[in-house]
Nanobody, 121 residues
Framework: QVQLMESGGGLVQAGGSLRLSCAAS????????LGWYRQPPGKQRELVAS???????AYADSVKGRFSISTDNAQNTMYLEMNSLKPEDTAVYYC???????????????WGQGTQVTVSS
């Protein structure tokens, strides 16, 4: 079982920056995908950024050039650096991990509890 814990959310003015962290703990097998999702008020959860296969990085068009996803493997921590924040970035942000257990040939999805990011205009 894997536990993910986000931190770093808060209230920031438009144009400001925040860095979200996601610390992973527990029994972590092979990691397929790491990612950040967000759920704006009244909307569905959407992908913000992801790292697949350890190196393939993808971003939602709405955050390209402003957000950056990274990892510190030694600390089992994932980050989302958010710059030039806009009011439309306001959402609950969730970190995500997909793992693969070779012993049972199965994939598992894990989610953090979410952290609120509010961008004021």
């Amino acid at each position: 079982q894997v536990q993910l814990m986000e931190s770093g959310g808060g209230l920031v003015q438009a144009g400001g920056s925040l860095r979200l962290s996601c610390a992973a703990s527990g029994r972590i097998s092979m990691i397929n995908t790491l990612g950040w999702y967000r759920q704006p008020p009244g909307k569905q959860r959407e992908l913000v950024a992801s790292i697949t296969g350890g190196s393939r990085i993808a971003y939602a068009d709405s955050v390209k050039g402003r957000f950056s996803i990274s990892t510190d493997n030694a600390q089992n921590t994932m980050y989302l650096e958010m710059n030039s924040l806009k009011p439309e970035d306001t959402a609950v942000y969730y970190c995500y991990m997909k793992t693969y257990d070779i012993h049972v040939d199965a994939e598992y999805d894990y989610w953090g509890q979410g952290t609120q990011v509010t961008v004021s205009s």
